[in-house]
Every structure is written in structure tokens, then in C-alpha cells.
């Protein structure tokens, strides 16, 4: 009976699936589509959209290389959302055994017809060259997120073989209030429906609203369905990527809470420990070297964590972001500058509209590219050719402002 249901449901949709995917490249024509590794990028992808009704949602998928009728059509599962905006609706479909190193083509449904159609792709299993995007703080404080809009679509449209995207935290200025999450949504989707998406938590992530907690919206909305943060209350996670191991961290969580600071740190030697030979980039939120205001306790406590980690399993590169100016250190061991093995420390600048005055994000001494985004957002490309790493700085403009070897 299983089996009819399904073939069933499968015939049904043929004729919707014929029709629409022969429409080329991307049309979305409602926001909010993200998608994101599921656990293993070779194999598996999330994919969430905000939907409008509560009826049943669809999507389909194959290989750019089959023929239509071969597409697979799977049912999403429905999230109410109680947000500080009344409720809303969040469509998640979870895929799991899809082919390593593959293009795939999928469509959304609203139920009565194919509304969305996008592709993406599958991480390879071997070990090869690819570059991937980095951006820092995207927040505004006026709900106008046009700014990071615009920065993320000229970084993937100068950059368009890059394989998936990274946001360093404080995508917005308040994570407890929908409306903006909505905008940032909105303004991501030319990008986040064909590039996977690599969140990382910030500081704004974690306000409240209304009584409405942000740590639990933005949990929502990237961590409940993707099966890949170590802890519901920490948003830490890691994966590889060809041969390339990334590593998210939580530093709210290991500033906020010793109990959680213990866990994420256990959680992160092992982590390291399980990934030695593998050239290894850590991506976070506040930074441990940036600017000589911002070099502080804070800094201090999170020096005191993770920089005796960093250095024990030999760590290629560190990005955060917080401090809205962009810089690399020169390679650091414990402090001290350093001629070679290394760790360079990279602060990501901001990606949106929010500025900090000059005297705020000042440069500290063990800056050896320094850039105070004032004036243009701005945005990292790191492409990777077998364990060589090279980390490129851009304005929104695509003015090249530093390039450096790891």
C-alpha cells in the first residue's frame, strides 16, 4: 500500500515537474529560501523557505544530468514559528543520500503549483581545488538590509564558482525580531537559494524582544533542522569540504555560560584532535586580535580558551568578525609575531549598513593589514588549491584591498 501511495503521489506530480523544469535559471518569487549542509556536505542538504499557508508543500530534485521524469518529489515538514511578529511559517526539507561532487536541480511547491526553481551542489569526496565566500556583520539597525543584499550578490556574482557562503555572526541587529530576519531573508535569496549557507552566531543573535528570545528564533530558523550543532544550547559544528576542515564556533555560548564553555571546548579538542593532516580554518564571532578598544576581558577570556587549542593542533586561520573593520594579523604564536607555523587572524569587516566611529575599531599592533570599512562594506573570497590557502579582501565595489598566502 506504502508503495502505491508513493508512486501515486509521484505520477501526480509528473506533469507538474515536466512543465516547470524546463523554465532556465533561477525564479523566486517569494523570499526567504536558504539552503545549508544537512551534516556531510558530499551527501546531504537542507533546504527551508518561508511559506504563506499552512497547506501541504513539495519539492522535487534530480541531477542536472537525468531527465526530468526521474525527479524525486518529497513532502516538506511545517514549522509555526511563534515570533514577536505573530506567527509564521517555515517550509524545511531535509535531503540525505544525494551523490557526492554533483549538480542537482530542485523546484518548490506551494501546493497548487511550482513556484521556485534553483540549483546547487554536492560537495566532492576527493580532495581538490575551491573557493567559498566570507562576509562579516550584516546587521542594520533600520530594517534596511538592501546594503548586505547588495554586498552578497556582487561578492557570488564576481565569484560565481564559489561553492558555498559564510556570515561571521550578527547577520541582524536584533536576532529576536522576525521583521528583520524577513529582510535579511528576502535580501539573501538570489544567493542563499543556490549557494549553501555557513551560519555562525553572533552577539545580536542572542537579544530579546518582546519577550521573545533571539537565540531560539535563529536556532529556528538554521540549527533545529539541520542536525549539526553539537548541542541545542550551542550552535558549534564543523565539517570537511575537499579535504578541508571548517570549524564553527559559539563564542556567546563560551563566554555566557562555564557549563556550556566546558562542553563546546571538550567538543572542540576532539574535534581538532580527529581532524589532524587536515588544513584547518575556525570561523566565530568575537575575535581574539582586532582592534586595540576591543582587545580587552573579553578578548582576554577567549584567548585564554581556544588560542592554546589553536596553536596545540595547529590551526591554519581564524575569522571572526564584531568589530566591523576588516584586518589580518600577522602569524601569531601565543601574541608574539612570528616568521613561519603561524596562525593568521582574520577580522571580516562588515557586510551591511551598521558603522563603527574609527577610534572604536583602531588598529592594534599586531595588524598587518588593516582596513576600517567606513565608507563600502566589504567581503573575503578563500580559494583553496590542495592544502594552499589564499585569503582575498574586496570592497562591495570588487576593489581589491589585500591578498595574502597561508
Not at 524546463?22 to 523566486?28: D, E, G
Not at 550584516?138 to 534596511?144: D, E, K, T, Y
Not at 575575535?287 to 573579553?298: D, G, V
Not at 575569522?319 to 607555523?341: C, E, Y
Amino acid at each position: 500500500m506504502k508503495t502505491f501511495l508513493n508512486a501515486k503521489l509521484t505520477l501526480a506530480f509528473i506533469g507538474l515537474i515536466l512543465t516547470f523544469l524546463a523554465i532556465p535559471n533561477i525564479v523566486c518569487s517569494f523570499d526567504g529560501v536558504i539552503l545549508e549542509y544537512r551534516n556531510d556536505p558530499c551527501t546531504t542538504m537542507n533546504i527551508s523557505w518561508e511559506s504563506q499557508g499552512t497547506g501541504v508543500q513539495f519539492l522535487s530534485y534530480l541531477p542536472l544530468s537525468e531527465s526530468d521524469v526521474s525527479a524525486t518529489v518529497v513532502n516538506a515538514k511545517i514549522h509555526r514559528l511563534s515570533t514577536n511578529r505573530g506567527e509564521k511559517i517555515l517550509a524545511v526539507v531535509g535531503l540525505e543520500g544525494l551523490l557526492a561532487g554533483t549538480d542537482y536541480r530542485y523546484r518548490l511547491s506551494d501546493g497548487n503549483s511550482w513556484i521556485v526553481q534553483g540549483t546547487f551542489s554536492t560537495a566532492p569526496r576527493a580532495i581538490g581545488n575551491f573557493k567559498f565566500l566570507v562576509l562579516g556583520d550584516s546587521q542594520c539597525s533600520r530594517m534596511n538590509y538592501s546594503i548586505w543584499g547588495r554586498t552578497l550578490n556582487q561578492a557570488y556574482y564576481r565569484n560565481s564558482d564559489a561553492a558555498f557562503f559564510v556570515n561571521v555572526g550578527d547577520m541582524v541587529d536584533n536576532g529576536a525580531d522576525y521583521g528583520q530576519w524577513h529582510e535579511w531573508l528576502k535580501n539573501s535569496v538570489a544567493v542563499s537559494s543556490r549557494l549553501p549557507f555557513v551560519p555562525v552566531l553572533g552577539n545580536h543573535e542572542m537579544r530579546y524582544s518582546e519577550g521573545f528570545s533571539g537565540k531560539a528564533l535563529t536556532e529556528s530558523l538554521f540549527f533545529d533542522n539541520s542536525q549539526k550543532i553539537i548541542d541545542k544550547d550551542i550552535g558549534a559544528y564543523s565539517f570537511d569540504y575537499a579535504g578541508i576542515h571548517l570549524v564553527i564556533l559559539d563564542t556567546e555560548a563560551l563566554l555566557d555560560s562555564k557549563q556550556q564553555a566546558v562542553v563546546e571546548i571538550n567538543w572542540l579538542e576532539n574535534d581538532l584532535r580527529h581532524a589532524q593532516g587536515k588544513p584547518t580554518m575556525v570561523f566565530m564571532h568575537r575575535p581574539l586580535y582586532n582592534s586595540k578598544f576591543f582587545e580587552s576581558a573579553i578578548s582576554g577570556a577567549l584567548v585564554g580558551q581556544l588560542q592554546p587549542l589553536f596553536e596545540k593542533y595547529a590551526v591554519r586561520a581564524v575569522f571572526a568578525g564584531h568589530v566591523h573593520q576588516n584586518s589580518r594579523t600577522l602569524p601569531l604564536i601565543a601574541g608574539s609575531v612570528v616568521k613561519a607555523n603561524g596562525i593568521v587572524y582574520f577580522t571580516c569587516g562588515r557586510s551591511g549598513a551598521k558603522k563603527y566611529p574609527a577610534w572604536l575599531t583602531a588598529q592594534s599592533a599586531h595588524n598587518g593589514y588593516y582596513y576600517s570599512p567606513a565608507a563600502e562594506p566589504t567581503y573575503m573570497t578563500v580559494e583553496v588549491a590542495g592544502k594552499e590557502i589564499k585569503v582575498n579582501t574586496f570592497t562591495q565595489q570588487g576593489k581589491e584591498l589585500d591578498s595574502t598566502l597561508l
